[in-house]
């Protein structure tokens, strides 16, 4: 990562430093997920971030949001697609800013790091170098804590994907990405405008209803492993195609090393009998070289596994200290 | 314009705080010569209550001569959100300060067409009496029938109700108090908090026994009939079986802990080694 910064010291401080959200754009987007969420338990809720970016602040205010359809068939990806049109076209009239600044998207226990993520967040950065994209998790904030992360794909992992679909280990080692800086998260800051305060005071004391004392539960704990061991059934699945590979890259050498063998043996053996050598081949359209293994699904994978860590440390960390409460309160 | 008989009877609106945030967002995006600005409530009605979930900006012009809005704007985004949201219709309109006029009853005629009992609902952003106060009416139907015929907008009790992570946030939102904050993930804070609000709340009911047990409160049955349940919540245990499910349940935990660790070192590994070969 270090050496990164040094290749690209100014793109990184001409790059957006936070994202500012408005209170509107976070209540907008816990509803969505809370009306998809009544229904099934892990809805694809998705939607579009409109807003600006503030060039002297190197701030990008998200300022509104809109929810788009579960784009699963085609004539919903149309919808969709008329959708972000006709909405970019009503909001100029009412002067909320149209200008699209990235994507938000639901996750359930960190599973949103897959294909289609990096295909959206790679879209969105095309059109918009700074588009970030929020990923809102509504099983920890029913638990008690606010969770909205920003993120966006490191310049490297752009410029690469950009130039290639699939990576091979070579171009990873050549660019410097590793599943650690794959995605860059940027800070996210709530921020709200006077009359939102004082609507806020209106409200008057809201009720937590939320129990902080909860005991760390087996089945999140359960649910997490599993999706830990599924992730490390991917990656080991990945390695196996890996050895493979190279296997296969292995024997190819032998094969070509032996054919060329053969062939002097038989040269010589017909020069020795008095007859035309057998002429020479092009040893390499022989041997075809097998397919490099696309590593790309192994970083999405590695990355999944990371975040899934994290989040079991933190339960853990917390569910210990509460032990110990429990313990000291019960004996 | 008079009310159909056949409306259906309101008789509570319950807002979704999402709406009153649009409001005022909308608000403050004015144009300079508005002096208030008026939009489309969506929701749906069920049973004699009007859930208020979603609402949307619809430009309109006032002068003191007329008053325009754009009606086919309005119809064309509740058409919009209706496809993304199947669930919700309109159901009223919202305008910005408490004023109500003529040209209230007229908007509201508009709304009458689409919902046949539509919702006011006013958000005083003026902040007279130094509140901004939030009222709902519904029209209904008054004057001598066959004669002179009008409606009067009465009011209807609302009530501001969001689902938990709604009130999850609100309370990240008040915490706040002007600054800005990173949403994070502090749990020792909260439970520490959760403990000073617990032990206030253990104290209240503490000096209340007291004093009904010196005589000085006459008791309340009910009360301590749920004290007494509180009390008795507590599993009778012995404290080795105690001490025995709680020290399994930390070591399940410091092996799920141990087991996360090691992964991310395999992974880290793995990683260090790719770039070096």
């Keep these: 990562m270090a050496t990164n910064q040094q290749q690209q010291p100014t793109e990184d401080m001409d790059s957006i430093q936070c994202v500012e959200v408005t209170s509107q754009v976070i209540m907008k987007i816990t509803r969505n997920c809370q009306d998809e969420l009544d229904k099934q338990l892990d809805p694809h809720v998705s939607g579009v971030l409109l807003g600006l970016i503030n060039e002297n602040k190197r701030v990008l205010e998200v300022t509104h949001c809109f929810p788009l359809m579960n784009s699963d068939t085609d004539e919903s990806m149309e919808i969709n697609r008329e959708h972000m049109l006709e909405m970019e076209r009503s909001l100029r009239s009412v002067n909320i800013d149209y200008q699209q600044v990235g994507f938000y998207q639901s996750t359930y226990l960190n599973t949103h790091c897959d294909r289609n993520f990096l295909d959206s967040v790679f879209d969105y950065l095309e059109e918009m170098n700074e588009a970030i994209a929020i990923i809102y998790d509504p099983l920890k904030t029913k638990l008690g804590h606010l969770s909205l992360r920003a993120f966006k794909l490191s310049s490297a992992a752009f410029n690469l994907y950009k130039a290639e679909k699939d990576f091979t280990a070579e171009m990873l080692r050549d660019n410097l990405v590793t599943y650690e800086n794959l995605f860059q998260e940027i800070p996210v800051v709530v921020k709200n405008s006077s009359l939102t305060n004082v609507l806020l005071c209106e409200l008057g004391h809201v009720q937590d209803t939320t129990s902080y004392f909860t005991l760390p539960t087996s089945s999140y704990l359960e649910k997490s492993m599993q999706l830990l061991l599924g992730g490390l059934d991917e990656i080991n699945q990945d390695l196996l195609k890996i050895n493979k590979y190279q296997k296969s890259v292995y024997k190819k050498q032998t094969d070509m090393m032996k054919y060329i063998q053969d062939r002097k043996e038989e040269n010589d053996r017909m020069i020795r009998e008095g007859l035309k050598p057998l002429p020479e081949e092009d040893v390499n359209e022989l041997f075809k070289d097998p397919a490099p293994v696309g590593r790309l699904e192994s970083l999405l994978s590695a990355n999944r596994i990371t975040s899934h860590c994290d989040m079991i440390e933190e339960h853990v960390k917390s569910g210990i200290g509460k032990l110990y409460l429990a313990d000291s309160f019960m004996s | ?277």
């Design chain 2, 1 to 277: 314009s008079t009310q159909s008989t056949g409306a259906p009877p309101v008789r509570k609106v319950i807002i979704h705080p999402v709406v009153l945030f649009n409001i005022v967002d909308s608000f403050e995006r004015r144009n300079d010569n508005c002096k208030r600005v008026i939009g489309t409530l969506m929701g749906r009605y069920d049973k004699g209550v009007i859930y208020v979930t979603e609402s949307f900006a619809v430009p309109h012009q006032e002068t003191d001569e007329e008053v325009s809005m754009g009606m086919d704007y309005a119809m064309r985004i509740s058409e919009m959100q209706k496809k993304v949201n199947t669930n919700m219709y309109t159901v009223g309109w919202y305008s910005s300060g408490i004023q109500i006029n003529d040209y209230s009853s007229l908007i509201h005629s508009f709304y009458k067409v689409q919902f046949p009992s539509p919702v006011h609902l006013t958000l005083d952003t003026a902040l007279k009496e130094q509140k901004m106060k939030i009222n709902t009416h519904i029209t209904l139907p008054i004057g001598v029938k066959n004669g002179t015929e009008g409606c009067i907008f009465t009011p209807v009790p609302h009530e501001i109700k969001g689902s938990e992570a709604d009130q999850v946030c609100l309370k990240f939102f008040q915490g706040l108090k002007g600054t800005r904050k990173t949403p994070n993930f502090n749990d020792p804070e909260q439970i520490v908090h959760s403990c000073d609000d617990m032990m206030a709340q253990i104290n209240v009911i503490l000096g209340y026994v007291k004093q009904v047990s010196a005589g000085e409160i006459p008791m309340d049955k009910e009360v301590g009939r749920q004290l007494m349940e509180v009390v008795q919540s507590i599993p009778n245990l012995e404290s080795d079986t105690i001490t025995n499910m709680l020290n399994s349940h930390m070591q399940d935990l410091l092996a799920v802990e141990y087991l996360t660790y090691l992964t991310r070192q395999q992974l880290a590994i793995g990683a260090r080694i790719n770039q070096i070969l």
